[in-house]
T-cell receptor, first 115, second 116 residues
Framework: DTEVTQTPKHLVMGMTNKKSLKCEQH?????MYWYKQKAKKPPELMFV???????INESVPSRFSPECPNSSLLNLHLHALQPEDSALYLC??????????????FGSGTRLTVV | AQSVTQPDIHITVSEGASLELRCNYS??????LFWYVQSPGQGLQLLLK??????LVQGIKGFEAEFKRSQSSFNLRKPSVHWSDAAEYFC??????????????FGKGTHLIIQP
């Protein structure tokens, strides 16, 4: 299995809703990431988990809350979002380069629309 | 901090012609370098990557890239493009730090248009 799987593929939520994005990989990668991509822009890093511990938080608003339940799963909990949070949310995973081939794989993303 | 510059926002190429997309990076040491392709509404697909060793890297779909340390460049090439190559192309750089948990920094992307 060489994929990163993200669910759902599309999500529409109101500003008072609570929802979660899910990401799963079975490549044995020990680093997992959330990126946000606005239309016609490059992806921007939000969070990094390394060995299931949050190692980087790029000053993301608290209405986004990441969680890494185990080495294969990564969640992004959403609460009280704003319309400007509408974007493509990408999950990625990577292998420690010290272990050999440095794989850095992205999922196909969740298209989030906040209404 | 690392940075990536893709000087060309749009490039138009005739089908069957050769292609070169430019990428320049800024980083204090030898970085990890990547090229990704993204079709509309899709995620990122890895075309190729460079970590060390041979500076000419072969990727999928007939793409290759050459790492030139003296020019801080990692340009993407393809000898003959197909209409299906029309997409957004991103160059990205990652830092060589311990643990391997590094966010990538992306260039702004190059939009490739293929004309018949």
């Amino acid at each position: 299995d060489t994929e990163v799987t993200q669910t759902p593929k599309h999500l529409v939520m109101g500003m008072t809703n609570k929802k979660s994005l899910k990401c799963e990989q079975h490549m044995g990668h020990r680093a997992m990431y959330w990126y946000k991509q606005k239309a016609k822009k490059p992806p921007e890093l939000m969070f990094v988990y390394s060995y299931e511990k949050l190692s980087i938080n790029e000053s993301v608003p608290s209405r986004f809350s990441p969680e890494c339940p185990n080495s294969s799963l990564l969640n992004l909990h959403l609460h009280a979002l704003q319309p400007e949070d509408s974007a493509l949310y990408l999950c990625a995973s990577s292998q420690d380069p010290g272990l050999g081939n440095y794989g850095y794989t992205f999922g196909s993303g969740t298209r989030l629309t906040v209404v | 901090a690392q940075s990536v510059t893709q000087p060309d926002i749009h490039i138009t190429v005739s089908e069957g012609a050769s292609l070169e997309l430019r990428c320049n990076y800024s980083y204090g040491a030898t970085p990890y370098l990547f090229w990704y392709v993204q079709s509309p509404g899709q995620g990122l697909q890895l075309l190729l990557k460079y970590f060390s060793g041979d500076t000419l890297v072969q990727g999928i779909k007939g793409f290759e890239a050459e790492f030139k340390r003296s020019q801080s460049s990692f340009n993407l090439r393809k000898p003959s493009v197909h209409w299906s190559d029309a997409a957004e192309y991103f160059c990205a750089v990652g830092a060589k730090s311990g643990g391997g948990a590094d966010g990538l920094t992306f260039g702004k992307g190059t939009h490739l248009i293929i004309q018949p």
